[in-house]
């Protein structure tokens, strides 16, 4: 058997990986095997979330087989040589060639597609770096009292870390704004985009046209909603004026509506050549933009306009390929001599948001440091205020739904009305490490379906029933993520499933939806943007690479007041110790490997194959 055949048949790779390496070797059946188990494997790697596969850990990338032990890859010296002497990889020199569609630098394998997306999306972040930002020299002797005004703390820390982003936003053109959850993300947006729009009126100019964006409808609503109530509170304290603040948007939309979808095409109306009419783009929750869609956004970011990419590199990648705002992160912080990245990052530590009742933060930060003692013996003790550790089987959480999961969504079926009901469900959500098995989102909607209505048999279109859309629909408006609530009005028997889209409280027919699943229960991936009053968080009985300290971060994190975490201790032992790692070239492209090839990389591209 060969090696690409035994890859497949211990399931390292999809059998779309292992098609296109025989598309390969259709076109020269000369190609060795440790070619095309090398090209599977990175395209693999891409469905796993890696935009580069780094062949000595190539082994990392094969399944858990505790029946079936993975097949032996080549020495890496002898899997290098045979790469190189193939036609169809290329380096980075001679990466250009359509017929190469793999690109190999040193040890680092990727389809050519996203190898050139790291490119595109490092030369377009240059391209507006190298553009000239307003200078602050004509507005310094306002500028300081007016920062003490909008950020009360710099009269008492003058390393204020929300002024500092504030002053490097009127200095640079792109400015990465990150944080932890609760520590003024959003109010230091909203402030900066204050000073930004008194800044322009300083200089006799028009307030700048100003864009927010964020990747789904939840977080794009949350971003709208927080940005207004900063602002209003400003206005209702007399430290902006009613014109400032009309000159601040106060709605934004998801990334795909802001460029412009096009339906049944990948690309969109607004790119290079027509650019978004915006001088600011904001961009918020940035760890859950993918590396292709990032590229074609910063693409079409005028190169005079300013962006600003919110959010924090702590929590789960994003679903699809690429951990963007991560790379972007470890660019922005490395040495000028290894990475020269064209803008400045601003990380906010101190916490200015947390519930009375919750105490999470200490907990947060043990996991993300990977002190997995700390973190065990604070939860065994009981040790924060608003964290629950409950250590009890699968076997018993059924009966703990039913008592405690069960009357949050049964209130949905009490509501008032849609609105109600979905703003109700905003108050409680179970959320699991996996979407399959007995502990994944699957298997618990079924349980909380047949507990709400056992009649639906696993659909959750019923009244007070909760439903997300699993594929996007362009033509209804409905999005990946978005989730709705079944109602049916007493005047009209006829049940229609409510979202909250961008044109406001939308109802559907049923039979119009597309694809969607009942919502219950979600993974951590899918609950990236949400906050709930209070979660409940459940891991599988047994270890799995899917648990690590950036889900198990995220997802303590989606809550406000009150978490439970499902879980015996040696599965979150387990997951503290891993990292939920992703390889990346991007980062690299900021280290002297651009130069030519903004002009080259900037313009479509052609498929990998």
Request: hydrophobic share 45%; with cysteine; charged share 20%.
């Amino acid at each position: 058997m060969t090696l690409l055949d035994a890859l497949l048949r211990s399931a390292a790779v999809r059998a779309v990986d292992h098609a296109f390496a025989l598309a390969l070797r259709r076109i020269d059946p000369a190609t060795p095997d440790a070619v095309l188990a090398a090209a599977a494997l990175a395209a693999a790697a891409v469905a796993q979330g890696h935009s580069v596969l780094p062949l000595a850990c190539a082994h990392l990338l094969l399944p858990d087989a505790p029946n079936d032990t993975p097949p032996p890859l080549p020495p890496l010296a002898e899997w290098l040589d045979a790469l190189r002497a193939s036609r169809f990889v290329a380096s980075s020199a001679d990466a250009a060639s359509e017929t190469r569609v793999l690109v190999l630098e040193d040890d680092r394998l990727a389809l050519r597609r996203y190898w050139r997306y790291e490119r595109r999306l490092a030369a377009a972040l240059c391209m507006l770096g190298d553009a000239a930002a307003p200078s602050p020299a004509d507005h310094t002797a306002w500028l300081e009292p007016r920062l003490a005004q909008l950020f009360p703390l710099l009269r008492s820390d003058p390393g204020d870390a929300q002024a500092i982003a504030a002053r490097a936003a009127l200095v640079h053109r792109v400015l990465l704004l990150t944080g932890g959850p609760g520590t003024g993300k959003t109010t230091t947006v909203a402030r900066l985009l204050v000073l930004a729009v008194e800044a322009a009126a300083r200089r006799g100019e028009p307030a700048p046209r100003i864009l927010l964006a964020a990747p789904t409808g939840k977080a794009a609503a949350r971003l709208g909603e927080s940005l207004r109530t900063t602002l209003d509170a400003l206005l209702d304290d007399g430290l902006i004026d009613a014109a400032t603040s009309a000159a601040i948007p106060s709605a934004a939309s998801t990334v795909h509506r802001l460029l412009g979808t096009i339906p049944n095409r990948s690309v969109f109306r607004h790119d290079a050549a027509q650019p978004l009419a915006a001088d600011l783009v904001v961009v918020d929750e940035a760890s859950m933009v993918d590396l292709p869609l990032m590229t074609k956004l910063v693409e079409a970011v005028s190169r005079h306009a300013r962006l600003m990419l919110i959010g924090d590199p702590d929590q789960l990648p994003s679903v699809e390929t690429g951990n963007v705002l991560s790379a972007l992160c470890d660019a922005a912080d490395r040495t000028p001599e290894f990475a020269a990245f064209p803008g400045r990052r601003v990380h906010l530590h101190r916490s200015h948001r947390q519930a009375a009742q919750l105490d999470l933060a200490p907990l947060a930060a043990a996991i993300r440091e990977g002190e997995a003692d700390v973190a065990l013996d604070g939860l065994a003790a009981a040790r924060y205020r608003g964290v629950e550790w409950q250590q009890s089987t699968l076997r018993a959480l059924p009966a703990w739904l039913r008592q405690h999961a069960v009357p949050h969504y049964r209130a949905l079926q009490l509501a008032a009305d849609p609105q109600q009901a979905l703003d109700l469900a905003r108050r409680y959500r179970v959320l699991t490490a996996l979407r399959a098995g007995p502990s994944g989102s699957l298997a618990l909607n079924a349980q909380l379906v047949a507990m709400l209505d056992p009649s639906r048999r696993g659909d959750a279109l019923f009244h007070g029933g909760l439903a997300m859309v699993v594929q996007n629909s362009y033509r209804h408006g409905l999005f990946n993520g978005d989730i709705g609530v079944g109602w049916r009005d007493a005047h009209d028997d006829r049940l229609h499933v409510w979202f909250d889209t961008d044109t406001g409280l939308r109802p559907f027919a049923p039979t119009a939806l597309p694809a969607h699943e009942p919502a219950f229960a979600l993974t951590v991936h899918k609950s990236q943007g949400s906050e709930f009053d209070r979660v409940l968080l459940v891991l599988p009985e047994h270890d799995t690479r899917a648990v690590s300290r950036e889900l198990l971060y995220t997802g303590l994190t989606r809550t406000r007041e009150h978490v439970t975490v499902w879980a015996g201790e040696d599965i979150l032992r387990a997951g503290i110790a891993r990292r939920a790692q992703r390889y990346s070239g991007l980062a690299r492209c900021f280290g002297g490997i651009l130069p030519g090839l903004q002009e080259s990389t900037a313009g479509a591209f052609a498929p990998p194959w």
